[in-house]
T-cell receptor, first 113, second 112 residues
Framework: AQTVTQSQPEMSVQEAETVTLSCTYDTSENNYYLFWYKQPPSRQMILVIRQEAYKQQNATENRFSVNFQKAAKSFSLKISDSQLGDTAMYFCAFDLNTDKLIFGTGTRLQVFP | KAGVTQTPRYLIKTRGQQVTLSCSPISGHRSVSWYQQTPGQGLQFLFEYFSETQRNKGNFPGRFSGRQFSNSRSEMNVSTLELGDSALYLC???????????FGQGTRLTVV
C-alpha cells in the first residue's frame, strides 16, 4: 500500500529564518508526482510546489524548494525567508498518475515575529 | 476566473439523515475529486469523476456516493448519517490528469 509519512506534527520558525519540513513515502511504482499543499485557517488547500518523480532536478517556487531523494523516498520542503503568512498546516502528498492524492498527516507550521 | 465553489459551507444534520454536498469546478475542468478530512483519519480520498464517469473510488462504505453532471458540477451524497461522518469535505478539480488540483474551501458537516 502507498503511504506518506510526515514525522513532524508541529514546527515553529522565526520570521525571515529557514525551516525544513520532512516527508517520506512508500510506493513500488516508478512514475508518480509529489506535492506540498498548504492549508491556512481558511481551510482552502493551496498547492505550494510540485515535483515529477522522473525529473532529477529539485523543484523550486520562489521561497519554496524541495529536496527530492527518489532512492530514499524522501521529499522535504524548505521554506526560506519565512513570513507570517506561511503559518498553516502543510501536507505532503503523492499521486500515482490516477488523480487520487494520498496525503500525509500534516505538519503545523507556526511562524513567529 | 472563479475558483472551485462548494456549497453549503456549513451543515448540521442529525444521525440517520442524508445529506448532499455540491461542488462546482473551475470552468474547463472535467475532473472532480472528493476528500474527507478529519482530525483522526486526516485527508482521505473518497472518489473521482471525469466526464460524468467515476474513475476512482476510495475505501468508504456504500453510504457515500457521488455523481457528476454534464457541466462537470459534482454532488456527493451521504445516507444514513453517523456521528463519525462529521468532517470537512473537500472538493478538488483538475483540467486533466496529473495537472494541479485546485481545492474548494470545503463543506463542514456536523452530525449530531
Amino acid at each position: 500500500a502507498q503511504t506518506v509519512t510526515q514525522s513532524q506534527p508541529e514546527m515553529s520558525v522565526q520570521e525571515a529564518e529557514t525551516v525544513t519540513l520532512s516527508c517520506t513515502y512508500d510506493t513500488s511504482e516508478n512514475n508518480y508526482y509529489l506535492f506540498w499543499y498548504k492549508q491556512p485557517p481558511s481551510r482552502q488547500m493551496i498547492l505550494v510546489i510540485r515535483q515529477e518523480a522522473y525529473k532529477q532536478q529539485n523543484a523550486t517556487e520562489n521561497r519554496f524548494s524541495v529536496n527530492f531523494q527518489k532512492a530514499a523516498k524522501s521529499f522535504s520542503l524548505k521554506i526560506s525567508d519565512s513570513q507570517l503568512g506561511d503559518t498553516a498546516m502543510y501536507f505532503c502528498a503523492f499521486d500515482l498518475n490516477t488523480d487520487k492524492l494520498i496525503f500525509g498527516t500534516g505538519t503545523r507550521l507556526q511562524v513567529f515575529p | 476566473k472563479a475558483g472551485v465553489t462548494q456549497t453549503p459551507r456549513y451543515l448540521i444534520k442529525t444521525r440517520g439523515q442524508q445529506v448532499t454536498l455540491s461542488c462546482s469546478p473551475i470552468s474547463g475542468h472535467r475532473s472532480v475529486s472528493w476528500y474527507q478530512q478529519t482530525p483522526g483519519q486526516g485527508l482521505q480520498f473518497l472518489f473521482e469523476y471525469f466526464s460524468e464517469t467515476q474513475r476512482n473510488k476510495g475505501n468508504f462504505p456504500g453510504r457515500f456516493s457521488g455523481r457528476q453532471f454534464s457541466n462537470s458540477r459534482s454532488e456527493m451524497n451521504v445516507s444514513t448519517l453517523e456521528l463519525g461522518d462529521s468532517a470537512l469535505y473537500l472538493c478538488a478539480s483538475r483540467k486533466e490528469l496529473n495537472t494541479e488540483a485546485f481545492f474548494g474551501q470545503g463543506t463542514r458537516l456536523t452530525v449530531v
